[in-house]
């Protein structure tokens, strides 16, 4: 059975920001004016991120944008949406959360046999020092492949 994926929305900055060590995948509770605008593209996920409040899961900070064509039936862009994750994965992300330093992230936002998911990472902020130095791999590999083409090196 092939999987049909459409990506609606990448968070650049976090791969950039922090350190990923796991990522998993969630269901989203949304409204019907919500599923328009995400399959329209219409989402950020730059500064969201989740929480765990009880035995549940909430993604705080992803914008949706108002459906153009709406009715009289809205939603407020910012709300706080539920995710859904089995019982045994909360409890998981909770005990890997109260380690110090570790954070819930949104990835990204898509499309999977029709159902929306978002890619939720466990997060651990970069220092100043560790964002040069990828800075200066991304750089040295960036350098190495017009050298290659140049040369045509294969």
């Not at 570790?102 to 997060?123: D, H, P, Q, R, S």
């Amino acid at each position: 059975m092939s999987e049909n994926i459409k990506i609606v929305t990448t968070n650049k900055k976090a791969r950039g920001e922090y350190d990923i060590s796991e990522s998993l995948e969630a269901g989203i509770v949304l409204k019907g004016t919500e599923v328009k605008s995400l399959r329209a593209g219409r989402c950020n996920l730059k500064d969201s991120y989740a929480r765990i409040r009880g035995n549940e899961a909430w993604l705080i900070g992803m914008h949706i944008s108002p459906y153009e064509n709406e009715g009289y039936v809205t939603h407020e862009p910012l709300r706080e949406r539920k995710l859904l994750f089995h019982k045994q994965e909360i409890k998981k992300l909770l005990r890997k959360v109260q380690e110090k330093g570790v954070t819930l992230i949104a990835l990204k936002v898509y499309f999977k046999n029709g159902l929306a998911k978002v890619e939720i990472g466990l997060a651990t902020g970069k220092r100043k020092y560790d964002k040069r130095k990828d800075i200066a791999q991304r750089d040295q590999q960036r350098e190495i492949k017009r050298l290659e083409k140049k040369y045509k090196i294969k």
